[in-house]
DNA sequence: GTCCTTGTTCAAAATTCATTGAACAATTGA
DNA sequence: TCAATTGTTCAATGAATTTTGAACAAGGAC
């Protein structure tokens, strides 16, 4: 983990709520809560919500915040909810947020290409 | 009820997220869970945190995005949260939301005002 | 009616946040 | 090594939010 993520314990619910009042991070969130089964997301495959520039620092906001973990693999940022520590921290929050981020737009629309860059 | 209030099945999670993202609006909102097991406060009563200006700034984005209801009472306004309608929309998220909430020092700075106040 | 209290409106200023583009690093794979 | 991929950094712009003050209503007390 090379970058800075803060501590279970320090994510503060003022900070999340902050990083979570935003379209564009919720569509990301969307697309984990859709997409991180397994594995999560890696940046690029977010291309359809914003430029990569955009992308690094929204997806900066909601590590900080301690909503999403980086992990560096590659030249390639993996990008996965922190559904265990939210969890602890905020029972049922984390569940709530994700029922309305599936439903906006931007989500949809990213899926998809997403999907035609998977049979690509 | 004179001033416009989204009815309970409009109230979007995105808008709820995007005011409660703010530090004034929290503190705000911490006050008020601890001071409306009755009747709510009057927009007076949080002159702790901000100008009076300001605070109907920040209560009208409360009460646009149906965090809380704004009841004119002769010239003040009663300020009471929507805990029925958001409990019944998004289940748990506001003792969440306030859990956190009244640990912010401006509540305790605004609280103390608030009771030297009703004391002279 | 005349104050006083409470809160609003409006326009301006200040601040913060989001977005962009150019240049750069790091890794992978040929 | 060379090129392609992936993402970062930095400074600058643009946009949205927040804050302020002066002037204004509307109601209550006298």
New interface residues.
């Given amino acids: 983990m090379s970058l800075p993520h803060p501590d279970a314990d320090q994510i ?3 900070n999340v ?7 564009t991070r ?1 569509a990301i969130i969307g697309c984990l809560a859709r997409c991180d089964a397994m594995n999560g997301l890696v940046c690029g495959q977010l291309g359809g919500l914003t430029s990569k520039t955009n992308l690094t620092y929204h997806v900066a906001k909601l590590r900080e915040a301690g909503v999403v973990n980086v992990r560096p693999e590659g030249t390639k940022r993996r990008v996965t909810l922190r559904r265990d520590d939210l969890d602890a921290r ?4 984390l569940d ?2 994700i ?3 599936i439903d ?1 737009p931007l989500v949809d629309i990213t899926l998809r290409q997403l999907h035609e860059a998977v049979q690509a």
Avoid: N, Q, R, W
Avoid at 18 to 23: Q, S
Avoid at 90 to 93: I, L, S, T, V
């Fill in positions: 503060a619910l003022p709520l902050a990083a979570l009042g935003d379209e919720l905020f029972p049922g929050f709530t947020v029922a309305s981020a906006l």
